[in-house]
């Protein structure tokens, strides 16, 4: 019998992993890191709310995480209007395998951690405890746990089985790799209202082109071509894709879209819907509702650890609530014409 069965080890599972003390804690991820083994589409580019959350931690950064170039600008490209303008910015660009797998390093010892284990099935026993199924190495497994804890990410099993009438706005991003053959890699925001109301993005990371896009579910695939051949007559280099990715994303659009858990069941980051409406950043969010939770935790499972981990994240809530008052000048095409015209916070380029 665990005290805390964790699904899921991205920045939030790991995080919490590593802060809770003196708890039975078995931590089951459905990624390894062998080739092949990690699959999840990812700007990878740290925030300065992630920094600081790191910072919080005293934690520093292995360069080995980093990629190549660091970027200090974002072009943004509005295909509406034809607008481009630049905004600086201060993004730590990295390697999002490398940045999981450092993070899974700093797991205490004492945690069981098993890695290549799907989650496939939870279900809550009479004495309200919980047994777990997971397949791993082609054998199903059981565990018994005395609290389930959902770090899995948007697409989260944990909510799907506990709060399945829970709807939180989602869309389905598309990721592609292209060898890098611009002349001076870039990193760029592209609106185009004709495929998405959210965005799309592109980054250069040792030597590979980026393109990526978050797009209602419906023709994601003929949004994601169509917007490459748009993109193509600005001068973005695509070439044969290396490699493709997609996966749902989250993208809060009202307070009630935040699930936190109940009886026993928490979800910590983008599971509880913890990520920035506005630029889709989610990797703070994680650390920090994962060290949110870890505070909130007794030796014994008790409905107070609910009522404190609701308080504990209403300023991440409240943060990420705010954000929507900023998405009209981002989304709302005649508003962000205005922002754009006007030139506000930008900067100029000197070639
Ligand atoms: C295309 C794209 C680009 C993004 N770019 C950025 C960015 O540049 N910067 C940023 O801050 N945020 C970005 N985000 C958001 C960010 O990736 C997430 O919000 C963040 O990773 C959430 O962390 P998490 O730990 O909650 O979940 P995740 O990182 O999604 O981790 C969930 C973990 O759960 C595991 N898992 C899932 N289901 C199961 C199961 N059934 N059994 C076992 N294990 C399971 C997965 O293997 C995974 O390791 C981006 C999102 C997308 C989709």
Known sequence: MFDVLIVGLGPAGSTLARLLNGQKVLCLDKKTFQQG???KPCGGLLAPDAQKALARFDLTLPKSVLVDPQLFAVRTLDLATGLTR???RFYINMDRQKFDRWLQ?????GVQVENGAQVTHLARREDGFFDVTYRQNGQEKTATAK???GADGADSLVRRTFFARHKVRSYVAVQQWFK???KSPFYSCIFDPQETDCYSWSVSKDGYFI???AYPAAQCRARFERQKQKLAKCGFQFGPALKTEACRVLRPSGWKEFCLGEKGVFLIGEAAGFISPSSLEGISSALISAQKLAAVLEPNPSPREHRRYARATLALRLKLWGKLFKCPFMYQ???RKLVMQSGLASISIIS
């Not at 390093?105 to 010892?109: G, K, R, S, V």
């Open 333 to 335: 095409p005649f508003l």
């Open 180 to 182: 890098e053959t611009h």
């Open 86 to 88: 630049h905004y600086q």
């Open 37 to 39: 083994g990690f699959a």
């Open 105 to 109: 390093t700093l797991i205490p010892a």
């Open 211 to 213: 393109f990526g896009g």
């Open 147 to 149: 609290r389930i804890v």
